[in-house]
């Protein structure tokens, strides 16, 4: 009989190889797996990936062959009991002798959710929930959040100094064009060290959307892209809220999408000239007008979700600047923070804070940030933690 140690052992596996479906999965969820024989021998892996359809249980059970007879599959979800882009994975396991399941979690779709491990138990195989379920839930939050919700999971992630500033004050906008020819010319030198810099790209790796407001675009022309150098089955989407459509020609969003037709720059407006919607979309720019909201007649943020969750969008970041970091969290649209500081301290009440607006009148009111996970990033540090459970209602 395994002991605990050994399945834990054999399940931190089974989660590094779902993890190889980062990048690759979306929009369904990181599934790794790996089968041992009657003598607890590994005889198979598998990880999926979305382009290469099987599900990780089915490349190790192949990999595994009459191995596999008497044998323990370790898995961080629950394998599934239906007809989906590939058969029954459950039927599969049945069928090549299986004896016992250890599983970290079920499948958060509550339409499915349950029923893999039901039918392997009225097969008789020995089903074991709950190992490392923590780390699994983890994994897969985003892909909880989007098949409970239909909405992406949203980080709001910003870089800032110990005093809670994102940029320096804006320059004299009589000395400024529309649109600044270098990143980070009008908003200072970068605020966060190289460390954290790579680690945003790593974030931006893991997600299926960034998104910005159109005046960091005109601040700081910036390229949005995923630069970690790993693989991704589909481009990162780069998302702008533009409510006129101000978005200069000449930026370095356009002038990407327009060389390298990715078809991945996607601007929400509330209200364009179709001149400028037109020489946008030639250029290879998604314009999309959305109902206006509030004083501003601005695209509503919860439109915006429910737009990119009918675009297979599980998990969006935003990078944006003080007024949509506050839109963003008067909304009550952001599941998580991903916050990085700097040692160092603006002041000034003219530097530009983490998040414009009203905010929350009374501490009482402070959104609420839980389940915080330190990180640290040579002489910088990051705060990544909770406004709402990804798994919740
Ligand atoms: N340190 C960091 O991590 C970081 C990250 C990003 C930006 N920044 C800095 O932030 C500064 C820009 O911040 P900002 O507050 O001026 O602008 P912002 O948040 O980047 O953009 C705000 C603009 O987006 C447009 N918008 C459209 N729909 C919106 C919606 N639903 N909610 C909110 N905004 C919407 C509005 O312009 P329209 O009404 O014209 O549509 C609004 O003025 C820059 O200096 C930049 O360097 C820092």
Redesign the pocket.
């Known amino acids: 009989m395994p002991t605990h140690a050994a399945d834990d052992e054999l399940l931190h596996r089974a989660l590094e190889l779902a993890r190889q479906g980062i990048g690759l999965a979306s929009p369904n969820p990181y599934v790794g797996a790996v089968i041992t024989d009657t003598q607890g021998n590994v005889v198979g892996t598998g990880a999926y990936t979305y382009a290469g359809v099987k599900h990780a249980e089915i490349l190790a059970l192949e990999a595994a062959g009459a191995k596999a007879r008497g044998g323990t599959l370790y898995i961080n979800l629950e394998p599934h009991a239906h007809q989906g882009r590939t058969p029954p994975c459950t039927d599969a396991l049945i069928a090549a002798g299986i004896h016992r399941v250890v599983a970290s979690m079920p499948d958060p779709n509550p339409k499915v959710s349950g029923r893999g491990f039901e039918k392997l138990r009225a097969a008789g195989v020995h089903v074991e929930v709950g190992r490392l379920e923590e780390q699994a839930r983890r994994l897969n939050e985003a892909f909880a959040r989007y098949i409970r919700h239909g909405t992406p999971l949203v980080t709001l992630?910003?870089?800032?100094t110990l005093d809670g500033k994102?940029?320096?004050p804006?320059p004299d906008a009589t000395k400024r064009s529309d649109c600044a020819v270098a990143e980070?010319k009008?908003?200072g030198n970068w605020?966060t060290g190289e460390a954290a810099r790579a680690h945003v790209h790593e974030l931006r790796h893991q997600h299926d959307a960034i998104l910005?407001?159109?005046?960091?675009?005109l601040?700081?022309n910036?390229l949005l892209t995923d630069r970690s150098g790993r693989p991704r089955r589909r481009p990162l989407l780069r998302v702008i809220?533009?409510?006129?459509l101000?978005l200069p020609l000449e930026s370095r969003l356009v002038e990407t999408v327009a060389r390298d037709r990715t078809n991945d720059v996607l601007v929400?407006?509330?209200s364009a000239t179709e001149r400028k919607k037109a020489q946008l979309e030639q250029l290879g720019v998604r314009v999309e007008i959305l109902p206006a909201?509030?004083p501003?007649?601005?695209?509503?943020?919860p439109a915006?979700l429910r737009r990119l969750g009918q675009l297979e969008i599980t998990c969006l970041m935003i990078?944006?600047?003080?007024?949509?970091?506050?839109?963003?969290l008067a909304?009550g649209v952001v599941d998580k923070v991903f916050l990085?500081y700097a040692p160092k301290i603006l002041g000034g009440a003219g530097s530009?804070p983490f998040a414009?607006g009203a905010g929350f009148g009374h501490m009482s009111q402070a959104a609420q940030v839980r389940h915080l996970h330190l990180h640290r990033f040579g002489e910088d540090f990051a705060v990544e933690g909770y406004l709402r459970d990804p798994y919740g209602e």
């Open positions: 992630k910003s870089a800032m994102i940029a320096p804006p980070g009008f908003s605020i910005a407001g159109i005046r960091t675009i601040a700081d910036p809220l533009d409510s006129r101000r929400f407006c509330s909201t509030g501003d007649s601005r695209p509503d943020l915006v990078e944006g600047g003080a007024t949509v970091n506050g839109t963003a909304a990085y530009i414009a």
